[in-house]
């Protein structure tokens, strides 16, 4: 079964820093994966989705996240943070009935 | 184009009521979903449609009820609520998502608070 792991419920960075969230996955296969943002009392916004593309997806507001097959890795990074960047972030990848599986989430809270 | 809406934002219910949350898409997609949301939980399927007039369980059906009549909408009931029905509750709609190549990305409501007493 196809399912997600996200390293971390809690990474704090400071403002202008990089971000770095982790999320492994297991599948028999080359899955499409997604992350997901939420912002506090918002729903479920897309950042990004990998598509068995290209292995490295540029998604909004400066985020990126590569395809590691190798690794069963999809790591969601962004160079510089901003305070804006303070939300949760769900990794999430569809399993083989088509439905998607959710991550944990990883809380992320930026210092000024 | 409003995207995904979701009525009532906020609702408190005693135990033993029954209330009726409401989701409506304006990208006329076929698959329409119910979730909810707890801490340290990820987001869990309550029960999904593949097109009107059709509905299926998901992960945690138990005591709730949906329908699809039409398809831009989508109803999800709890005929007698319970404390552990106190969560957050999201709708979301994608393409087809057999079809591959992305279109299983669903869009996402902006929620449903629910406190059960």
């Keep these: ?112 | 184009n409003a995207g995904v809406t979701q009525t009532p934002k906020f609702r408190v219910l005693k135990t033993g009521q029954s209330m009726t949350l409401l989701c409506a898409q304006d990208m006329n997609h076929e698959y329409m979903y119910w979730y909810r949301q707890d801490p340290g939980m990820g987001l869990r399927l309550i029960h999904y449609s593949v097109g009107e007039g059709t509905t299926a369980k998901g992960e945690v059906p138990d005591g709730y009820n949906v329908s699809r009549l039409k398809k831009q909408n989508f109803l999800l009931g709890l005929e007698s609520a319970a404390p552990s029905q106190t969560s957050v509750y999201f709708c979301a709609s994608s393409y087809t998502p057999t079809l591959g190549w992305g279109q299983e990305t669903q869009y996402f409501g902006p929620g449903t608070r629910l406190l059960v007493l």
């Excluded at chain 1, 540029?58 to 097959?69: M, Q, R, V, Y």
């Excluded at chain 1, 088509?98 to 210092?111: D, E, N």
């Design chain 1, 1 to 112: 079964a196809q399912s997600v792991t996200q390293l971390d419920s809690h990474v704090s960075v400071s403002e202008g820093t990089p971000v770095l969230l982790r999320c492994n996955y297991s599948s028999s296969y080359s899955p499409s994966l997604f992350w997901y943002v939420q912002h506090p009392n918002k729903g479920l916004q897309l950042l990004l989705k990998y598509t068995s593309a290209a292995t490295l997806v540029k998604g909004i507001n400066g985020f990126e996240a590569e395809f590691k097959k190798s690794e069963t890795s999809f790591h969601l990074t962004k160079p510089s943070a901003h305070m804006s960047d303070a939300a949760e972030y769900f990794c999430v990848v569809s399993r083989d009935d088509y439905k998607l599986s959710f991550g944990a989430g990883t809380t992320v809270t930026v210092r000024a």
